[in-house]
């Protein structure tokens, strides 16, 4: 039996790298699928920042706010919303159900890689995310007025999909700890609020100066200022400053996430 | 008994067969509650296995343990002479487990696929879904399936990767007669593929149709063990129930009587075999009307393993 396990063992780490990667795809493939069809995640993500975008970006939006175009500047803080949305329900909301309901220990059991789950879910939100940029940028660039050239609009979305990681290991730590059925109630719990204090629906200079301080210590403001100083706005603080509190707070929530993730398989195998 | 013979040879031929799987020693406590004692369980290499019990007994924990999604709090656990977490043991086993909710929004092949992903060399997905009689079905939405199809789905998940050996936890609990008899059909196919399997079950008549070998679990131990012949000797007894004017100890005393209720007007007697004591009965009283002679339900039949094991009946 010895001799057994040790073959056995010698070619565990031997899944061809071709087939990892075919399983990697499958699962964000599907994982896609499954959220587009699933109208509270695609048309929920989709629609509220793109209809407030309209409503205060494009329709009430007449002035300048801090020099810019008020079209120009909401693109930057309705996409970070939108950004954070896909995220925060395409990993927290799937992750609880599925863990709570018994379809995780079904996953589990067969022999899919555990990392190629939580990938799966992540680069769904990614495309998501990219696809609520792009929309904003379009609505911007059609109605709003707004002039950006094609290296400027690349790096806005390039930064807000890679800005959206943080909210996806958010989401997981939420995951973990939600209920299957409460989830969606406890991320806008935390969604909406964090998102109107970072300065997301209102620019931060019409909020009073005790909660433009406090915004300082919140994920998305530095994701939203980032996205800011490209389209020309922002407080012009260092970008490194902002990225090392995105990073910061992944590594957190990803703590947290881990804690989970091990007290289930405590459970499950403990 | 006579029991004892044909048990024996059941249990030679089994062991004839390797091991593909093992519980050696096994016990698993949630928090105070002891889901399983001490279990010595072996499946057969191409053997149908039922692990029978109530619910509660300890059958879904034994199969999490095989699975590798629970660890036993004491003794080992061993597939294919491998602890069941590593890639490579998994890649060899497929389940079907219970599940509350499954993503509706993936349609019956997308689900196939994707499992289908996940072993070296699964079936062809047209026949995963031949196997699994889901041909007709194979672009539905899962959220639109009827219960039926929604367990062979399940079942097509656990078969896809061509596993050499499947656990099946309460394939039909919640099915009807007519989705349980299809399921039943494929099951069988399955075990004529060469494939391993173990099944759980509350149902003895679903042990009995499907198993080469039946275990019956209760309160976490294995109170039991044989062919499906075996054991329905020792558990499937007949209920009497007539109404009569022998008084209810007298009946009592009467050889093979297990035991005796009153249930309003009418009296139920428990036996092993049914025939001799109303036989008896009617030789004793004439005026003996209203009689009704079913199969004791599992329930019943654990009262009486669970006795014979305090030796009441050794003789």
Known sequence: MATASTTLTSSAAQRPLGHMLRIYLKEAKYEFLKNLRLRAYSVSTIFFPVMFYILF??????????????????????????????SLFGTAAALAAERGLGWLQVKRASPMPPFAYFAGKVIMSMIFSTTVVMLLLLLGFTFGGVHMGLSQTAQLVATLVVGSLPFCTMGLAIGYFAGPNSAPATINMIYLPLSFCSGLWVPLMFLPKLMRDFARFLPPYHLSQLALGIVGAGRHESNWTHWEYLIGFSVLCLGVARFGFQRDEGKMYG | ?????????????????????????????????????????????????????????????????????????????????GNPVHPEVRVRTGAMLQVSRVPETLRVREHIDLFSSYYPEPLPISETLSIAGLETIKDRLFGDLSGGQRQRVLFALALCGDPDLLFLDEPTVGLDVEARRVLWEQIRKLVARGKSVLLTTHYLEEADALADRIVVIHQGAIIAEG???????????????????????????????????????????????????????????????????????????????TRDDNGKTAA
């Open chain 1, 57 to 86: 970006g494009l329709v009430l939006g007449r002035n300048t706010i801090g020099g810019l175009s008020t079209s120009a500047y909401l693109i930057a803080t309705y996409s970070t919303f939108g950004v954070m949305g896909a």
């Open chain 2, 1 to 81: 008994m006579i029991a004892t013979l044909p048990e024996s040879s059941a249990r030679e031929r089994a062991t004839g067969a390797p091991v593909v799987a093992r519980l050696h020693g096994v016990s698993k406590n949630y928090g105070e509650i002891k889901a399983l004692r001490q279990v010595d369980f072996n499946i057969h290499a191409g053997e149908l296995v039922a692990l029978l019990g109530p619910n509660g007994a300890g059958k879904t924990t034994a199969v999490k343990l095989f699975l590798g999604l629970a660890k036993p709090n004491q003794g080992t656990v061993s597939v294919f002479g």
């Open chain 2, 227 to 305: 062919t499906p012949s075996e054991i329905k000797a020792q558990t499937a007894g007949k209920k009497i129930r007539c109404v009569t004017r022998l008084e209810l100890d007298a009946v009592r005393r009467l050889p093979g009587v297990l035991e005796v209720h009153q249930d309003r007007e009418a009296l139920e007697i428990h036996t092993a075999v049914a025939e001799p004591i109303i036989r008896e009965l009617l030789a004793r009283d004439a005026s003996l009307s209203g009689i009704e002679v079913t199969s004791a339900g599992l329930e019943e039949a654990f009262l009486a393993l």
